[in-house]
Nanobody, 123 residues
């Protein structure tokens, strides 16, 4: 599967932004999907993940209550709605696909990665 993330940009603290990740292929619904981010000089970290049907989600403590992951299997797209953005949310955001069916936060469990989209939050 090929993944294309979009929707990043420059926003102010407190603003909202929605990221999208479009997947190629007809088997999108068979993948667990996740969002990760990487700030300059830091390791890539888990943001949120979602099950194949969308019925189960998980997110990092740092974004809980502010970010929401969702998916539309008919459109082969996963979304990350980001509200109440903070300067510490500034990072390149990546979408990823996991084929074993685990709703997992581990970077190493994901098999396919998009190219990333930059989110910059000014304070």
């Amino acid at each position: 599967v090929q993944l294309q993330a979009s929707g990043g940009g420059l926003v102010q603290a407190g603003d909202s932004l929605r990221l999208s990740c479009a997947a190629s292929g007809r088997t999108f619904s068979s993948y667990i999907m996740g969002w990760f981010r990487q700030a300059p000089g830091k390791e890539r970290e888990f943001v949120a993940s979602i099950s194949r049907s969308g019925g189960t989600t998980n997110c990092a403590d740092s974004v809980r209550g502010r970010f929401t992951i969702s998916r539309d299997n008919a459109k082969n797209t996963v979304y990350l709605q980001m509200n109440s953005l903070k300067s510490e949310d500034t990072a390149v955001y990546y979408c990823a696909a996991e084929s074993n069916g685990w709703v997992t936060p581990r970077v190493s469990d994901y098999d396919y990665w998009g190219q990333g989209t930059l989110v910059t939050v000014s304070s």
